[in-house]
């Protein structure tokens, strides 16, 4: 259960937009559409923000989508704001039957 | 509202034991799987455990297997993580969080509840 891999920090400015990688296998990423990222602002509990690879659970912004490519999904925030400076972590259905979530990536907001 | 309420945490010797419970409101608790969560001290996010709705199916991370125990009691809307043979790295906060099939994607979490194992 290795975990998935994240870039360990990405950086933007306001208006601009970022995209955050997430790296598995073909018994995680790559072998279900069930990949979701979720939002981690300190000392508060994670947000789902995207789930099944693309879809925003009602009430999240639609600056934020998600996509996937063979083995990488990603998370693209558009139009950065302040708020959207967080932690943000993927996850993924394993073969095993498992949940496995990446390193987490700490979104800056120049 | 849709609420989840972890409780049981706390400071505990290495080899001791633990529950952690995790009380739900606001949607039919007996529809949905849960999950654990965890979370050490300035690190990622991990994986703990996951039971189906019904409580027959768990299914655990391999750093917890065989020492972490889940259970649910659909009458009380309560979820329940027996920890036993508890060690240093198990000190983290731990999250409930509802699970949403079919990707077992986590919609509503806890607030967390903090487990601390020391001497």
């Known amino acids: 259960q290795s975990a998935l891999t994240q870039p360990a920090s990405v950086s933007g400015s306001p208006g601009q937009s970022i995209t955050i990688s997430c790296t598995g296998t073909?018994?995680?990423?790559?072998?279900?559409?069930?990949v979701s990222w979720y939002q981690q602002h300190p000392g508060e509990a994670p947000k789902l923000m995207i789930y099944?690879?693309?879809n925003r659970p009602s009430g999240v912004s639609n600056r934020f989508s998600g996509s996937k490519s063979g083995n990488t999904a990603s998370l693209t925030i558009s139009g950065l704001q302040d708020e959207d400076e967080a932690d943000y972590y993927c996850?993924?259905?394993?073969?095993?039957?498992?949940?496995?979530f990446g390193g987490g990536t700490k979104l800056t907001v120049l | 509202q849709v609420q989840l309420v972890e409780s049981g945490g706390g400071v505990v010797q290495p080899g001791r034991s633990l529950r952690l419970s995790c009380a739900a409101s606001?949607?039919?608790?007996?529809?949905?799987?849960m999950h654990w969560v965890r979370q050490a001290p300035g690190k990622g996010l991990e994986w703990v455990a996951l039971?189906?709705?019904?409580?027959?199916?768990?299914d655990y991370a391999d750093s917890v297997k065989g020492r972490f125990t889940l259970s649910r009691d659909n009458s009380k809307n309560t979820l329940y993580l027996q920890m036993n043979s508890l060690r240093a790295q198990d000190t983290a906060v731990y999250y409930c969080?509802?699970?949403?099939?079919?990707?077992?994607?986590?919609?509503?979490w806890g607030q967390g509840t903090t487990v601390t194992v020391s001497s």
């Open positions: 073909s018994s995680d990423v790559g072998g279900y559409n069930y």
């Open positions: 969080a509802k699970d949403e099939v079919p990707g077992h994607d986590m919609d509503v």
């Open positions: 996850n993924s259905y394993t073969s095993s039957s498992t949940v496995v």
């Open positions: 099944e690879v693309s």
């Open positions: 039971i189906s709705y019904d409580g027959s199916d768990k």
């Open positions: 606001g949607f039919t608790f007996s529809n949905h799987g």
